[in-house]
């Protein structure tokens, strides 16, 4: 079993940043890849940023530019410059080890003046 437990949201003000983390505890077997997802209300669970085992990373047309994943070990983190409002959302960390997926219980992320 994997917990996940993320830090480091909260209300910033527009073109402001944000750093998050998550970090993983228990029995990994192998990391596959870490990433972060968000959903703002109404709307479905994105993709915003994953990084592989071996590094290679993958970014949302949304926030590339602005964001910048990077990974430590079992811990995972978030680079968030340049917010606008529409990054207003809930953010949550996964870790995919082989075909299983464990999620964080999030972390919101409020972006208004």
């Known amino acids: 079993q994997v917990q996940l437990v993320e830090s480091g949201g909260g209300l910033v003000q527009p073109g402001g940043s944000l750093r998050l983390s998550c970090a993983a505890s228990g029995t990994i077997f192998s990391i596959n890849s870490m990433g972060w997802y968000r959903q703002a209300p109404g709307k479905e669970r994105e993709l915003v940023a994953a990084?592989?085992?071996?590094?290679a990373t993958n970014t949302a047309d949304s926030v590339k530019g602005r964001f910048t994943i990077s990974r430590d070990n079992a811990r995972v983190y978030l680079q968030m410059n340049s917010l606008k409002p529409e990054d207003t959302a809930v953010y949550y960390c996964?870790?995919?080890?082989?075909?299983?997926?464990?999620w964080g219980q999030g972390t919101q992320v409020t972006v208004s003046s």
């Open positions: 990084i592989t085992g071996g590094g």
């Open positions: 996964n870790l995919k080890d082989n075909k299983i997926d464990y």
